[in-house]
């Protein structure tokens, strides 16, 4: 099978020369950020600079994450009524749930592998207090078996008690669960959901353009939270543990170079690098922002103006950027077995296999906003019995890289949703080629 590794890198090619002006915010925030890191001592008022772009920062990922809950609530509700049929309803969500739970699976044994070959953690414990390592490892193994029972109340918190507690908390797991329920039930009713799916069209449209005008400061917004992140750790960092880093960046370029290449030559006759060029201004802003869901109107926009039907994007995309995080999922399994491994925690078998299982469902429960994929590995510690407090001098190490692999996670995830959109399109016949592969008639998104 040719995967077309190549074909990738000139599908970003061609993405980053309409879309310049977010590559340059990226590149040129990396430098002045680690500019910062190394002069701030010597000129404070850097200190101020840093302030001003922290401001700046917050202000990008707020103003866009004002529009995520009636986005993805008026994208469901719009969705699920404008196809109508539950039938249609039952088997876009099975292709979903199939396509989806493979690419994560793959996702962590990709990870688990990984970190099980290279053994990260083995080259840290100079840095780990021995006395905690040994309380540590003791807590393990006489824990582990009464944390299991867990599992159940993790499901059991994703059925919302009260719908407008979730939304008023923004927990995005209820209230896609309620949303979802609300959906079907107005598909059910008929042409009488008509004046309540019209106010929802009107409120998804309204949305979509309060995007459009965010969008105009995504160029600053970026450079601003990508010199913030840099600033605080530099690149010195990256050698102290460049095995664990180094595990991480392959995973995602396994997963996201080959894996998702080969899902939709299999499953698809999607073209693989004008797909990718379709979607390349998600993929940036991703990276840039590090959040799927504050890239996810970006990734709609993308894929309907490129081809794809708004009853897909609708129905698939809002979900995947809520239950979709392989590419979190990946980094999850690495941390924890990195952390285990730090700690000189001997887990067999059947722990490896439980962790995973944890993986899957804490990145399945992850907000798409910075940083909630490193605060999710505290449900899969639990079943180990401890708690991030204990592990103090591992999670120095999670948290200092934290943003930048943050950017490059969301990255992946933002791609797997979009993939699997296609392939469902394609799979209904809901894709419109001659939009598709016509690249030169591609107006910028952003």
């Keep these: 099978m040719k995967l077309h590794v190549q074909t990738l890198f000139v599908a970003i090619g061609l993405g980053i020369k309409r879309n310049w002006h977010i590559f340059l915010a990226i590149i040129a925030g990396i430098i002045f950020g680690n500019y910062i890191h190394e002069h701030i001592a010597d000129i404070p008022k850097l200190g101020k600079v840093i302030q001003i772009l922290n401001f700046i920062g917050g202000a990008f990922i707020r103003i866009i994450q004002m529009v995520v809950i009636p986005l993805v609530c008026s994208a469901v509700i719009v969705g699920i009524s404008s196809i109508g049929d539950s039938k249609q309803i039952g088997k876009f969500g099975k292709r979903m749930i199939i396509y989806y739970g493979i690419i994560t699976v793959v996702a962590v044994l990709i990870g688990c592998a990984l970190v099980l070959i290279f053994q990260p953690g083995n080259g840290i414990q100079d840095y780990i207090n021995q006395q905690a390592a040994l309380e540590i490892q003791e807590q393990v193994s006489n824990v582990i078996e009464q944390q299991r029972g867990n599992i159940g109340n993790i499901f059991l918190n994703m059925i919302p008690k009260n719908p407008l507690e979730s939304l008023s908390k923004g927990d995005m797991i209820p209230i896609i669960f309620f949303t979802l329920i609300f959906s079907i039930a107005l598909s059910k009713l008929g042409e009488i959901n008509r004046p309540i799916v019209s106010v929802f069209e009107s409120v998804f449209a309204a949305t979509m353009k309060i995007t459009d005008w965010i969008m105009v400061f995504a160029a600053p917004g970026i450079f601003a939270l990508t010199t913030v992140s840099v600033s605080s750790f530099g690149l010195s960092i990256f050698q102290k543990i460049s095995v664990f880093l180094g595990i991480i960046v392959l995973g995602f370029m396994i997963q996201f170079f080959i894996v998702y290449p080969a899902v939709m030559k299999i499953f698809s006759k999607v073209p693989v690098s004008t797909f990718f060029a379709a979607i ?48 979190t999922a990946l980094f999850q399994v690495v941390c924890v077995i990195f952390l285990t491994q730090a700690y000189g925690v001997n887990i067999e ?21 910075p940083g909630a994929g490193l605060i999710t590995i505290a449900l899969v510690l639990n079943s180990l019995g401890l708690s991030q407090e204990q592990l103090i001098e591992g999670f120095a190490f999670l948290f ?36 598709l592969l016509n690249t030169s008639e591609y107006k910028d998104i952003i």
């Design 400 to 435: 200092a890289i934290d943003r930048v692999v943050d950017m490059l996670r969301t990255t992946v995830n933002v791609a797997s949703d979009a993939v699997v959109t296609a392939i469902i399109a394609d799979n209904e016949n809901e894709i419109d080629y001659d939009l």
């Design 349 to 369: 078998l059947t722990q490896i296999i439980l962790i995973m299982i944890l993986v899957i469902i804490s990145s399945s429960t992850c907000a798409g906003i």
């Design 280 to 327: 390349i201004e998600a993929l940036l802003v991703a990276f840039g922002t590090a959040s799927s869901s504050a890239t996810l109107p970006l990734t709609i926009a993308c894929c309907e103006k490129r081809g794809i039907s708004h009853k897909v994007c609708s129905f698939v995309l809002p979900l995947g950027a809520t239950l979709n995080m392989d590419g």
